[in-house]
Each structure stands twice: as structure tokens, then as C-alpha cells.
């Protein structure tokens, strides 16, 4: 990989590099939500479509959630298993190299490193930097950079940024959901997409073991009045006894952040001694500046980070950054 440059690139200059590509592989950060995995497949299934040899990767453990299962994942290979060298790997929806986890050594074995984001803490990695914080998805970038190369949008691309662009918005009801975005929506449609079916595999169907684990989140549940927050926890011997992966429980934190006196609300999820969290905001508070103090990130309303400690530790920092 060559030196890193400090500078952002427009959409013109990434999409050139990606045509001058004839191999890539696209990548998200670790355990991918919607808009990291369906940016990151829509640019790979796009890619194919035109004739080139692309793949997608996550670094492990990768396992798929079961929401997204109706996607085509024909392009996944895990990451010991992508062929190499390729010409180019394109970093989707990850403000950090570190976030990448085993994915990142991939970008060794590549001629150029792309990094396509819409998170305004992206600090800056590989060779050419596609960010734009102004966009309401990195799926809606991808989405620009598809059309910028001229590729068709099958069925397939079109579920793949359909998914990023409904999980990113909260289903179009987030603020960052644009005029544009809804445009984008529509020719989505027109490309092929069902919304019904989207809809019921990403909010209308779970596995039976998601039940339990919602009453366990939902009976720890806290209020901290003055700081209008509310948190809950779920351990590792939930997980366990539930019969589901911890990749099956994201959708958890919309369960509690629904309280009406919740400003901000956080979902932790302790594994292995160490504590992950999901925080969200009705708009009042930044919860990206919250998870930055643990050296995570995301956007005003919804973010994320890692605590190496119990939950309690983390409900006592976000406490006081509240």
C-alpha cells in the first residue's frame, strides 16, 4: 500500500480508482450492521456484474445475522480464504483500519486501499479517502459510486443497498434521512426491490430464543432519572441459554430505547470479560462524543464501543460524560 494521503477524494476520484481495478475485495468493520454489509456487497455484486473478480470479507468471527440471510452472498469468502493478491481493497463504513479487525490484513495483500465512509470521526486510512459525512448512509455512497461507473443495479445491488439505506435511517425516520435518500429509495424499488419482504426479514422475524433474551433485557432494565438514561445488560449465559448468536441480539436496544424518559439509552452486552456497547439518542445528546471517550464511535444518535471491564464500569463513565 502506498503512503497515505491527508486529503479527502471526491466521488469522481474513487470511482476511477475502482474502474482502474480489474479485482477487489470490499470489507466492513467487525460484525457489520445493514449499512457496512450491504454497502460492501451492493459494490462487490455491482462489480461482478461488470466483469470484474471481487469479494466481500469480514473479520472474524463472521457470522451472518439472521436478518440478512435473503441477501446473495455468493461474493463472501472468509478472510483466510480471499484470493490474493488483488488489485484492491475497499474499506466500507469503518472510520478506523482497527475496526477491521482480521479483515485488515488484507490490506497487505493489495495494490490499493479505498475507504468509503460517512462517519465524521474517520480519521483517515488508505490510499485514496471517499468520506462524506453529509451522507445518510455509506450504502448511499456506494450507491453514487455505481452510477458514477456506469454499472447496472440488479435486483441483487438493489437489496443490498436497500438494506443499508432502512438500517442506517431507522426506516427513514432518522434525521439524516434526506430528500435525496428517498429518491434513492425509489429507484431502488423501481430496480426490483420488495419492501414487504425486506421489511419482514430485517423487523418482522426472529428466532424463537430472541424472545427470551428480550425478557431478560427488558427485566434489567434501569432508569437513571436525573441523567434521563436507561441501560440494561446482557451476559454471556443469556446468549448460552437462549440458542441464538450474539449477531441475533443487535436489534435489543430498540427495545428499551422505546421508554419515554429515555434522552439516551445503551444496550451492553458482556462476553469473554469484555463489555460491548450500543447507545441512543432522541437528538439532545452526541453519542458519538460518549463512545469516542472509550475509543469507540458512530453518529450523534446512535454509536458504539468497546470497554475492557464489566458493564458497570461503563454505565459509571457514561454517567458521567451525561
Known sequence: MSEVSDRRHTLEEAAAVIESAGSFVAVGHIRPDGDALGASLALALAGRAAGKDTYI?????????????????????????????????????????SRL???????????????????????????????DSTAAATAEMAYRLIGQLGWPITPDVANALYVGLVTDTGRFQYSVTSPAVHRIAAELLEAGVKPE?????????????YLGLAAV?????????????????LLEEDIAKSGIGMEDADGLIDLIRIAQEAGVACLLRFQDGVTKGSLRSRGEVDVAAIAAVFGGGGHHNASGFTFEGEPEGAVEMILVQL
Open 197 to 209: 419482504i425486506v421489511g419482514r426479514h430485517l423487523y418482522e422475524e426472529s428466532p424463537f430464543g
Open 57 to 97: 470479507s469480514f473479520g472474524e468471527p463472521f457470522d451472518m445475522p439472521h436478518q440478512f440471510r435473503f441477501l446473495d452472498m455468493a461474493p463472501y469468502r472468509p478472510v483466510d480464504e480471499v484470493p490474493r493478491p488483488l488489485d484492491l481493497l475497499i474499506a466500507c463504513d469503518t472510520a478506523e483500519k
Open 101 to 131: 479487525g482480521s479483515a485488515a490484513r488484507l490490506c497487505d495483500g493489495t495494490g490499493k486501499v479505498l475507504v468509503v465512509d460517512h462517519h465524521m470521526s474517520n480519521g483517515g486510512f488508505g490510499d485514496v479517502r471517499y468520506v
Open 217 to 233: 433485557v427488558l427485566g434489567r432494565a434501569h432508569l437513571e432519572t436525573e441523567k434521563s438514561f436507561v441501560w440494561s445488560v
